[in-house]
């Protein structure tokens, strides 16, 4: 019984690691933190880095939870997520949204629909908080 | 000088700056990018010159070799990741440099030593190169066909790891060379009349540099992203000026020199730089290992000094010694242009205006790119399936440019397999090129020799400038076994072994 | 799709994978392929060369005269290639700055690409290079790893219309346009 969050190191991926952590702590749960890569780039800023990854490393700790975090290196980060969840038979999965405009929609496709769409488990959904306009 | 300063006025007219703007920015580009470097970009952008004024493309050729080498640099420091091996001594301080927060100061030692460096070696290549070119210019048929055997031999046998595979490689590029009917005769056209006139080195060279690599590092797609060191402005306050300068110029001193010799190469002055700093150092010797601006400086000016050294054989007699070198040459061949001596005599003016824009091309490096590093920074997070699907779409489009055909694109293929299989066996590409172009023109010349002596072998060591060009081709072969022989003489195998070591550490 | 491309590694873990298997792999069996093709290229030119006439009077290098010389380098390089491996020889592959030499080879991949570049030759004098452009970009976008294929399809198009009329009216080299003539 684990709560899994698909990280990402950018604002989005940091509200949902801290929604995953209240959850894990509030159920006594454990929690997988799911930080993957394409690869693909040379540089991919949602990766996490050394000091980001420390950084997560101590707010889990200030939270008080207890989390593995794992980074893989995968063909397709939808599916890397989904089959964490699997893996460890999640009770919850935590994902972040970002804004996107109908045109966005239409091209890019989105990793949050299909997660929706496909996930065997409960999905949380949350956004990052956005600055005022 | 005044032949200089003309072609200086020439290369500062507005449609030739542009082009030097345009080569300088796309260099500099491709030489951030990993994977993508000077020789695969001027390969691409064969096909679209010749539509171009040979002296217009040769300036933004000129401003793309220069700029990938500053590129280089900005990756190595950046994110230490040295893949030219000319950059490796870069990454071992520059890294350490910007991991201690002194990017700025690490790329700007780079990039105003590569424009010292720059400007004091074109000025040395403006001096030197028409004087070879005058001594080259009175030498027989046979001293010349001596000359491009030592070419080949120099670039087969001195850089790589193994010779094995440097002569296997050699051979390959000797016989696609062979292909076509240059002397009368269908040889290996396999009764293709597409093939009469030979295999097109844009095709190979395309094949080879693109696609080749292009297919290499797709076998190679996913690893880990790495993690770029947030930079500013690059700067440097008055400290560091005064701890660069003189590597700068000591850097100079030992690039220029292995540059412009056959196969000198830009790995020697760079490794032999920065021992010298490191010797030098004096009380920031302790720096060394933790990010000395010395070790920064003096290879980053040796580098850019080897590149514009190169410059010395390709136009005075002729004789690539570098990848980029050995492409810009195919470019000038399909401009009808012989490089080598007679390209001082016969076309002055397009010597002149070229190396008028090397001073151009340098200055715009230090000018443009110096506030740019943050930019081009950015360039790295553009991914890879993009990258090199546009890679494989510009080389393609180039093959069947040439002749709107679809057996070119498939030679392209073809080639391209054999790039990838020369990568996956570590066969080392600049042979095969370099065999290509000059493997016709090598029996031309002998061609010549024996016709002027009626088929007379021992014309071909009747000339003393022959003899003395096979003497250090049998140096350059016998010369590694006989130190072998000699207890206690081991410096060129130490050497290499303290280059292997500092590569070990700064992949670690 | 399974984990291919790296399964999950535990707690952040920083290492590549496939690291371990450098222990004694014995002959590099791939190489004795590679001496193989070079030793039928070298023997191919000089049968070529064998079969070629006694050039003209004035041809002091007959033109066959290369040819075997090159030829037999090429066999014996193989042979000593073969001999090399024999002894323990192994190709160390180019490591790029953007070549990961840890990871196994991605075969996948680069079937994919093959294939996308087959299509091309097969296609592009017919359907023209719009077209054909267009559909290579795409193709070898999402081979590589690029799941959107409409963006994809889209720059391509872009890409390819664009470079055409480059080519066309910028640079002055007529490329036909296919079955889109008349239509740019």
Known sequence: MTVVVGWTADARGRAALVQGAHVARLRGQELVVVNATTGTAVVDDRFAG?????????LLASLGVDAEVRQPVVRDVTEALLEVADEVRATVLVIGLRHRSPVGKLIMGSTAQRILLDARCPVLAVKAEEPAR | MEALLEGLGMALQPENLVYAVVGVLLGTAVGVLPGIGPAMTVALLLPV???????????????????????????????????????????????KMAKTGRAAQALATAAIGSFVAGTISTVLLVALAPTVAEWVVVLGAPSYFALMVLALIAVTSVLGSSKLRGFISLALGLTIGLVGTATGQARLTFDNPLLADGIDIVVVAVAIFAVGEALWVAAHLRRRPLEVIPVGRPWMDREDWRRSWKPWLRGTAFGFPFGALPAGGAEMPTFLSYITERRLAGRHRAEFGKGAIEGVAGPE?????SAAGTLVPLLAIGLPTTATAAVILAAMQGYGLQPGPQLFEAEPELVWTLLGSLFVANTLLLVINLPMAPLWARLLRIPRPYLYAGILFFAVLGAYSVNFQWF?????????????AMRRFGLPVLPLIVGVILGPRLEEQLGQALQLSQGDVSALWGEPVAVVVYVVIAALLLGPLVLRLIPGRQEPEQLEDEIGALEDEVRS | MSTAGGAATPSGVIAPEGTATRVDPGPDRAQYGLAAVLAVIGAWTVVDSAGLGPGFADQAVRPAA???????????????????????????????????????????TLAGLAGVLVATVALIDWLGWAVVGALLFAGAATVLGNRHWVRNLLIGAVLSVASWYGFYVGLGIPIPPGVLDGVL
């Open chain 2, 408 to 420: 070119d694109v498939a030679l392209l293929g073809l080639f391209g397999a054999l790039g990838f």
């Open chain 3, 66 to 108: 290369f040819g075997y010389v090159i030829g037999s380098a090429l066999v014996l390089l193989a042979v000593l290639l073969a001999v090399a491996t024999a002894r323990g020889d192994r190709a160390e592959g180019e490591a790029g700055e953007d070549v990961d030499l840890d990871r196994g080879t991605d075969w996948r």
């Open chain 1, 50 to 58: 050394a000091s980001a990854l420390e950084e997560v490393r101590r």
């Open chain 2, 49 to 95: 010159t010749y539509n171009v004024s040979p002296s217009a493309a040769l300036i933004m050729f000129a401003g793309i070799y220069y700029g990938g080498m500053y590129g280089g640099s900005t990756t190595s420091i950046l994110l230490n990741t040295p893949g030219e091996s000319s950059s490796v001594i870069t990454a071992l301080e520059g890294n």
């Open chain 2, 301 to 305: 000016a040796a580098n850019n000094a």
